[in-house]
């Protein structure tokens, strides 16, 4: 395949190298009308940068540090995807760490990713991370962060979210307007910022309903695949046990679901359920499984151009700000009301 440069675009477009190389940057110094054919040329030349032969050119690495939980993870998978994408085509490498859901790892892969000279940090905390002073050291070093998903009031960077508070909302409302009134609710750590915004808004629709809130239904835990059997058995040994559960996440959906299947209850009939992700199998499930789906790939995307843009523009950069991304809910078997004959 034959390799285009800059040289090559500006002499399509009848343009100087340097007003094309501005442009590949998002220059402010650049009209929009001629950002967007430099774009389009480069897209159909197919030029892709050289990141080491930018990094050649000045101190800049030209290198992101990414930093996930858990890469197998769909939400966090896709989310890369997405901050892949821009960086490429912004002639940026990128370097992928995974916490493991583990503050230590987390504050070690900081360090290694600050050995390595990248220019920026993308970031999701941990399921431990409840003090970010290792994020705020990467900071005054002015190295900027960007957090996206899981992230912390504490720290003055922009934050990249999904409207964890209105999917939440909408999933609950959902199976109260089903009918079901005793809906539990499992989660992660409390202290994480997505426990709190689903918890809000999960509490928020059952206040619209007039259901009074039971701190009894709401249980925390982790990711672990043997750890949501025993909160579901204790749930339903209640004397009044949940006709309903909504988890943060499809992965503890998944869970529930064969734990009430172990317990021979049937979906929807006895308990509705609902998730929060959109797991690639979620539809493929016996029954479909309800969820809101996060845009993760959205929000990977608009994460790596706030990072990019901080690291180009300094000064100039768009304001740090928390930039919320909408949910959906997909209604599916799982959750159907259910007919009363």
């Keep these: 395949m034959e390799t285009y440069t800059i040289k090559d675009i500006a002499r399509e477009l009848g343009v100087s190298t340097s007003t094309v190389s501005r442009a590949l940057r998002g220059s402010y110094e650049i009209s929009p009308e001629t950002k967007r054919l430099v774009m389009e040329c480069a897209e159909r030349l197919n030029y892709r940068p050289n990141p080491i032969a930018l990094s050649l050119k000045g101190s800049a690495s030209r290198a992101i540090g990414v930093i996930v939980p858990q890469i197998a993870n769909y939400f966090f998978s896709q989310a890369i995807n997405g901050i892949e994408a821009i960086a490429y085509n912004q002639g940026y490498h990128v370097i992928i760490f995974q916490s493991q859901e583990s503050y230590e790892r987390e504050m070690a892969n900081v360090e290694q990713a600050m050995s390595r000279k990248v220019d920026g940090l993308l970031l999701s905390l941990s399921s431990e991370t409840a003090d970010v002073a290792h994020l705020q050291r990467v900071l005054d070093q002015q190295v900027p962060i960007v957090l996206f998903d899981r992230v912390s009031t504490e720290l003055n960077v922009t934050k990249v979210v ?14 109260l307007q089903a009918g079901r009134r005793r809906i539990a609710h499992l989660t992660i750590q409390p202290w994480l910022s997505i426990t709190q915004e689903r918890l809000a808004g999960y509490r928020a629709a059952l206040e619209k309903h007039g259901v009074e809130f039971d701190e009894t239904l709401v249980r925390y835990g982790t990711f672990g695949p043997d750890e949501v059997g025993p909160m579901v058995d204790e749930l339903m040994g209640f004397d009044s046990p949940p006709d309903a559960f909504f988890t943060a996440s499809d992965r503890l959906a ?3 679901l064969k734990a009430l299947r172990q317990r021979h209850l049937h979906i929807p009939a006895d308990v509705s359920l609902i998730g929060f992700t959109n797991l690639n199998v979620a539809e493929y499930l016996d029954p479909a499984l ?7 790939t959205q929000i990977g995307q608009i994460a790596a151009e706030r990072l990019i843009d901080q690291i180009e523009r300094k000064h100039r950069a768009q304001p740090l700000e928390t930039v919320t991304i909408p949910t959906e809910l997909i209604v599916r078997a799982s959750s159907m009301p259910v007919l009363v004959k």
């Design 162 to 175: 999904a409207d964890n508070f209105g999917g939440a909302f909408a999933a609950t409302e959902h199976l």
């Design 254 to 256: 998944v869970g529930c």
């Design 290 to 296: 309800s969820t809101v789906v996060q845009p993760a």
